[in-house]
Structure formats: structure tokens, C-alpha cells
Nanobody
């Protein structure tokens, strides 16, 4: 089993930055390679793909809406994945979830992920 805990959410003004972290426990990245992803879900909307990173970090993928503004990275020695969010917009307001998948290189669909965190709220004021 893998447990994921997100942190770093909060309230920020438009144009500001936040860095989300996702700490994994239960299995280490080195012993159980997993692709990691970030998703967001706004009230009344479906969960949407934000970014993903392969288990080694060589491959990344982003939703069009965040390209050039968000950066996903990972530190396998710390079992942690990050999402650096710059130039935030009010439409980025959502609960952000971290997810892990041990079977695919760079999954982008929620159904492809096996493990999920509880989420962290990001609110961007105008």
C-alpha cells in the first residue's frame, strides 16, 4: 500500500505562486517505481489532469491550461513530488490531488492511477 499526503495549499492573490508537495509513504520510490500525477477538482466539476512525471523524472506532461506556468518535479530520495505553481489565476482555484501509478510511464487519466491523497485546497483571489 502507498499513502500520499499533500501539503502547501492556501490562499494566494492572482499572479502569485504556491508550491505543493506530496509525500509518499508505505513504499519507497526506489523500491516501487511509480509515475506521479497532480489533478485538480473545482466545485461541481470533474477531476482534471494537471501534470504527471515518470518514475525517473525524465518525462513530464502538462495540461494545456498550465503549460508554462506549472512545473512538476520529484525527489525520489525524499519520496516526494512537487508542483510549482506560478502566475496563478482565479480559475486555478480547486482542490489539488496527488496520485501514484506503478504500471504506466506517464498516465493522464484519473482511472489510470491506483493511489490518491486527500487533497489540498488552492484558492486564488482576483
Amino acid at each position: 500500500q502507498v499513502q500520499l499526503v499533500e501539503s502547501g495549499g492556501g490562499l494566494v492573490q492572482a499572479g502569485g505562486s504556491l508550491r505543493l508537495s506530496c509525500a509518499a509513504s508505505g513504499r519507497t520510490f526506489s523500491s516501487y517505481p511509480m509515475a506521479m500525477g497532480w489533478f485538480c477538482q473545482a466545485p461541481g466539476k470533474e477531476r482534471e489532469f494537471v501534470a504527471a512525471i515518470s518514475w525517473g523524472g525524465a518525462s513530464t506532461g502538462y495540461a494545456d491550461s498550465v503549460k508554462g506556468r506549472f512545473t512538476i518535479s520529484r525527489d525520489n530520495a525524499k519520496n516526494t513530488v512537487y508542483l510549482q505553481m506560478n502566475s496563478l489565476k482565479p480559475e486555478d482555484t480547486a482542490v489539488y490531488y496527488c496520485a501514484a501509478d506503478p504500471t504506466k510511464l506517464l498516465p493522464t487519466l484519473p482511472s489510470e492511477y491506483d493511489y490518491w491523497g486527500q487533497g489540498t485546497q488552492v484558492t486564488v483571489s482576483s
